[in-house]
T-cell receptor, first 114, second 111 residues
Framework: DAGITQSPRYKITETGRQVTLMCHQTWSHSYMFWYRQDLGHGLRLIYYSAAADITDKGEVPDGYVVSRSKTENFPLTLESATRSQTSVYFC?????????????FGSGTQLSVL | SQQGEEDPQALSIQEGENATMNCSYKTSINNLQWYRQNSGRGLVHLILIRSNEREKHSGRLRVTLDTSKKSSSLLITASRAADTASYFCATDARSQGNLIFGKGTKLSVKP
């Protein structure tokens, strides 16, 4: 199906475990993003990527790793999960236009770290 | 720290009334965007206004931008129950791609 898909939709893990959240888009957008959403903080940018093999840190990158070997995929890895990483994670993609980037969001992954 | 801050945090109105939400930001911007988020869903883009624009319309939405005051407002006219959602502003002040969101305004429209 066309669009942007995230998997899994829900994930429960334990502290110290590695977990990878997947994001796939079919639009061939050059930009992809990872945000986390927490009560009281709104959305905070973790990492973004302007193209394959190009990634940049956002506001809260510590504890996360990303890669972008293919344009359509942008996985987010928590190398050693902590309780503070319990959150809802949103992936988004965009293609630059005159005026700016308009983001298209996935449905989110709800992650619980016990 | 957040670049954009929405005000109020929550707003409750009756169907048919207008809803106004405000966004203030700290540094110069290239553009400002507004997004809507229904409960449990991802965000949906509503409208983008460039730094050299002062007002923009899209259906029942009206966005204004005052770069001298570093603020923007989103007006939803003749609100409907379906407009119940959280609304976020976003700016890309630092660099293209580094799109920073505010904490949002939660709008409740009662039938």
């Amino acid at each position: 199906d066309a669009g942007i898909t995230q998997s899994p939709r829900y994930k429960i893990t334990e502290t110290g475990r590695q977990v990878t959240l997947m994001c796939h888009q079919t639009w061939s957008h050059s930009y992809m993003f990872w945000y986390r959403q927490d009560l009281g903080h709104g959305l905070r940018l973790i990492y973004y990527s302007a193209a394959a093999d190009i990634t940049d840190k956002g506001e809260v990158p510590d504890g996360y790793v990303v890669s972008r070997s293919k344009t359509e995929n942008f996985p987010l890895t928590l190398e050693s999960a902590t309780r503070s990483q319990t959150s809802v994670y949103f992936c988004a993609s965009s293609e630059p236009r005159t005026g700016g980037l308009e983001l298209f969001f996935g449905s989110g992954t709800q992650l619980s770290v016990l | 720290s957040q670049q954009g801050e929405e005000d109020p945090q929550a707003l409750s109105i009756q169907e048919g009334e207008n809803a106004t939400m405000n966004c203030s930001y700290k540094t110069s911007i290239n553009n400002l965007q507004w997004y809507r988020q229904n409960s449990g869903r991802g965000l949906v883009h509503l409208i983008l206004i460039r730094s050299n624009e002062r007002e923009k319309h899209s259906g029942r939405l009206r966005v204004t931008l005052d770069t001298s005051k570093k603020s923007s407002s989103l007006l939803i006219t003749a609100s409907r129950a379906a407009d119940t959602a959280s609304y976020f502003c976003a700016t890309d002040a630092r660099s293209q791609g580094n799109l920073i969101f505010g904490k949002g305004t939660k709008l409740s429209v009662k039938p």
